[in-house]
């Protein structure tokens, strides 16, 4: 890097941390938006590193905050956009980087990023507020068109994210998240790297997507994954006799014969139908805790089959 263009970089450098600094000792944190601002640099460097990023990439940042984490990624990056609810957060980053090289980098999304819609991107990076991660991590896997994501959550919501059949934490947010994606553990992070500091540890995992992605039914995967995992210790053939699951598969079973022209037999029975699927996979006995992914498409490839279907 040439001298003049370094003493800029390093020029840029110092007054965003001073700017930084200033914002930290000012600035009354919103609880109801999960601000905890990440302070610790040697962390924020080891999730930039973690992100791979590219210089002709495009970086998507939720909650940049004071800009701690921006900042960095300004350096790597060809463009941050970075979504903010905060009016507060809005004006601290555009004061932090204001005269900045950074500044033509940087492109601030004032909202909420869950009812936005998603930008073009390579590379997501976000410390996300607990009251928005599971919307957030469904909302992004069905956009698709990036590289990979960098997300800090807390730290349970984390392992959910990761487990595998069989762990205690396994649940519908695991099986759905590695149906469409890999997912990986990659970081833990104490509360004390935070300010102020949350009442829990976090974890940052990794999310590429999966490609090509199963080619199923999304909305017929969903509605079986909330049937099997409402009490995912019982086994599939004591929750399949549910009286809502039962009235919502004859319905849907109707729905079926009428749009395919065919009468429904008058001795038809969805009990005694759903019993015969689930014998026939040998998933009667079964437990969803128990279950791979493999194992679920199977089990909705078979009740598909026999015309019985789960959107509600």
């Not at 409402?230 to 849907?252: D, M, Q």
């Not at 015969?276 to 279950?291: D, F, H, K, P, V």
Request: charged share 25%; glycine share 4%; aromatic share 8%.
């Amino acid at each position: 890097m040439p001298k003049v263009k370094k003493e800029r970089h390093a020029a840029a450098q110092r007054k965003a941390t001073n700017t930084a600094t200033a914002v930290r000792q000012s600035i009354t944190f919103n609880k109801d938006f999960g601000q905890h601002i990440l302070k610790n640099p040697m962390v924020v460097q080891s999730i930039v590193d973690k992100a791979g990023i590219k210089s002709s990439d495009v970086v998507m940042e939720i909650g940049p905050g004071t800009g701690n984490l921006t900042a960095k990624l300004l350096e790597k990056a060809k463009k941050v956009i970075a979504f903010e609810i905060d009016p507060r957060m809005v004006a601290e980053l555009r004061k932090r980087f204001m005269g900045t090289p950074f500044m033509s980098k940087l492109e601030i999304v004032v909202g909420d990023c869950i009812k936005s819609d998603f930008p073009d991107f390579d590379v997501c990076v976000a410390n996300m507020p607990y009251q928005i991660s599971s919307p957030f991590v469904f909302k992004l896997l069905l956009h698709r068109r990036f590289r990979c994501a960098i997300l800090m959550f807390q730290k349970e919501f984390a392992e959910r994210l990761v487990a595998k059949p069989s762990d205690k934490l396994y649940c519908r947010l695991s099986a759905n998240t590695q149906l469409m994606s890999r997912v990986a553990h990659v970081l833990k992070v104490g509360r004390n790297n935070f300010k102020p500091p949350p009442k829990v540890d976090s974890s940052v995992v990794r999310i590429e997507p999966m490609n090509p992605m199963p080619n199923i039914n999304f909305v017929e995967w969903d509605g079986l994954t909330r049937i099997v995992f409402t009490r995912k210790n019982k086994t599939l053939s004591a929750l399949f006799k549910s009286k809502s699951v039962i009235e919502l598969l004859t319905k849907n079973y109707q729905i079926y014969c009428s749009l395919n022209e065919t009468m429904v037999p008058a001795d038809f029975d969805i009990k005694s139908k759903i019993n015969e699927i689930l014998e026939e996979c040998n998933y009667s006995q079964t437990r969803a805790r128990t279950m791979s992914n493999d194992d679920f498409l199977k089990l909705l490839e078979r009740f598909n089959a026999h015309g019985i279907h789960f959107s509600s």
